[in-house]
């Protein structure tokens, strides 16, 4: 009885994982990746791979194993166009910026748009309304959403959790027989007694490939002393393609013992976003580049990391030499190695001591208030303990606050922060109007980051520290006719299109109508268009007809374009 009930747990468990599918691919064109499951983007890892459509979209795109529709997707930003299809193996496999559905389904979608009026949808389809064959096909590849490019976004995730899985470990025909490159690293004191080639600053160094491994350029040994974190620059490539993707793991070794090690199988959604922990995010913001750290933050919770010892962290503090080894692979095994070199070496160097505002731990909630600012950081919103810094400066015409300068952006913050902003000199009418602004000091640029009045202050909430005061937006969004001259001429035969744009809240809301009936707009932000396309079945044709077009922004200034054209 207990070898069967064993017998039943690992069935479930060989179930769950997929194992027992054999996923075929979801394009039959080859595989050529773009990007790889965990590569490294702004604020949150790559929740898959990215299939090359040989730079054009309409490929057609088909169901890697049988089940069911479960989930559409349209939207301007993300996966734009996106199909969900679960698996009887608990996956659900996820196609996004897709050109169009098929046309069942793209009726289906469509039928829902007009009928909530809203081109951004997200629905729960019924088990049966879509059931699919391996292979059937459901969509053609595209180019919509926040794509750079034409290519077909491919996730397969875990159903239960909806945890992101890497497709790589599904065996897809892929071929990859390239090692990840390495091309800098960086050596950074992690207190304020630690230091590194004798500043206790983080130091970096270009890196050559010699003798089937990676060495520091001019092979230096390097002084370091007290607690010290190394980070890693380098990407993966596979074969018969140069994007940049994402490296599968990396093993940190220290005298030939293990010290610290990640590997990217999964992760959630809700763990994304410390990726900001996960690299070094001075650097990045400084000079736009990645280092991956192979030492943890206290308040980092991303559950890759496979060993830590002491968080990653070295104490040198023994005056003796050490060797130091990464080595960095992919997941088809390719592997590249790093070795150097250092001496821990004791000199004494300057303390900074940088005046600061008071010490945020990472584990509390923590308070920042004066009389015309108050910020509330909650608990888990640091990765580190912060000495925090605060100032301020007279703000610009433009504004109506004092500009509080909140530490530095090279800080990031997992959790949204609630910010309150005093006013001063906002009437009664421009209340409504009122909302933080990002301020960049060394353009006078500046741009919308939220809030709302209330009772003399601006509130909201905020993801980034930086300089932050009060502006007010009472100009309209802009609407510039693209396929429609002097209000009553067509001049494109299928379709009409806009250029609209906002130049400070952000456009809230757009509403086209057609004889008084709600029309369908597709809307792409990349290019600040939105497109109609005319439907006989909607639209009576062979007629004029009355157009009306609004658009709204997010502090309620709303501009209307209307016109009467034949079609």
């Known amino acids: 009885m207990r070898i069967s009930f064993l017998l039943i747990i690992l069935f479930f468990s060989y179930t769950l994982n997929g194992q027992n599918t054999t996923y075929t691919p979801p394009v039959k064109i080859p595989m050529l990746l773009s990007g790889s499951f965990a590569e490294l983007r702004s604020n949150h890892f790559h929740s898959g791979i990215d299939i090359k459509t040989q730079g054009v979209t309409g490929l057609p795109v088909f169901s890697v194993a049988d089940g069911y529709i479960s989930r559409i997707v349209v939207s301007p930003t993300g996966f734009g166009r996106a199909l969900y299809i679960d698996h009887p193996n608990g996956t659900t496999s996820v196609y996004g910026h897709l050109k169009s559905f098929r046309k069942d389904i793209e009726d289906y979608i469509q039928k829902i748009q007009y009928a909530e009026q809203s081109f951004r949808v997200d629905v729960s389809v019924p088990q049966n309304t879509f059931p699919l064959k391996q292979g059937n096909e459901i969509a053609q590849s595209g180019n919509t959403g926040s794509s750079g490019g034409p290519h077909l976004h491919f996730e397969i995730r875990n159903t239960e959790t909806e945890e992101p899985l890497n497709p790589l470990k599904y065996n897809f025909p892929i071929t990859d027989n390239t090692a990840p490159k390495i091309f800098s690293l960086l050596a950074a004191p992690l207190d304020e007694l630690s230091h590194v080639n004798y500043q206790n600053k983080k130091s970096t160094f270009p890196i050559v490939f010699y003798d089937g491994k990676y060495h520091l350029k001019g092979n230096p040994t390097i002084p370091v002393y007290g607690n010290v974190g190394f980070a890693v620059q380098a990407n993966d490539y596979f074969d018969n393609s140069w994007n940049k993707c994402g490296v599968y793991s990396v093993e940190l070794i220290v005298d030939d013992e293990v010290w610290f090690a990640w590997q ?61 080894k990464m080595i960095l692979k992919d997941i088809y095994g390719n592997t590249s190695v790093l ?16 005046p600061f505002a008071k010490i945020f731990a990472y584990d509390k909630k923590n308070v920042w208030e004066t009389q015309n600012l108050k910020i509330n950081i909650p608990e888990g919103a640091l990765y580190t303990d912060l000495n925090f810094r605060y100032n301020t400066s007279t703000a610009g015409a433009d504004f109506f606050s004092e500009l509080h300068i909140l530490h530095k952006n090279t800080v990031p913050l997992q959790k949204n922060a609630e910010l309150n902003i005093k006013t001063f000199g906002i009437t009664v009418p421009l209340e409504s109007k009122a909302l933080f602004v990002s301020v960049d000091t060394l353009t006078g640029k500046y741009y919308a980051a939220g809030g709302e009045y209330k009772n003399g202050w601006v509130t909201g909430e905020i993801r980034n520290f930086g300089n932050y005061a009060v502006a007010v937006d009472t100009v309209a969004p802009k609407i510039v006719p693209l396929s429609i001259k002097s209000k009553n001429a067509l001049t494109e035969e299928n379709r009409i299109r806009f250029k609209i744009s906002d130049d400070l809240a952000g456009m809230e809301k757009y509403e086209g109508f057609i004889d008084g009936k709600w029309a369908l707009f597709e809307y792409d932000p990349r290019i600040d268009q939105i497109v109609h396309y005319f439907d006989a079945e909607r639209v009576e044709l062979g007629k004029r007809h009355d157009f009306l077009l609004k658009v709204t922004d997010y502090k309620n200034n709303t501009a209307t374009y209307k016109a009467t054209f034949w079609k």
């Open 264 to 324: 990217f199988d999964k992760f959630s959604f809700d763990e994304t976003r410390y990726i900001n922990s996960f690299i070094d995010y001075e650097e990045y913001v400084n000079i736009r580049k990645r280092y991956q750290k192979t030492w943890k933050d206290p308040g980092n919770r991303l559950p890759v990391y496979s060993f830590e010892k002491n968080n990653g962290i070295f104490d040198f503090r023994d005056n003796a030499g050490h060797s130091v």
């Open 339 to 354: 070795e150097f070199k250092v001496n821990s070496i004791f000199r004494e160097i300057p303390v900074s001591e940088k």
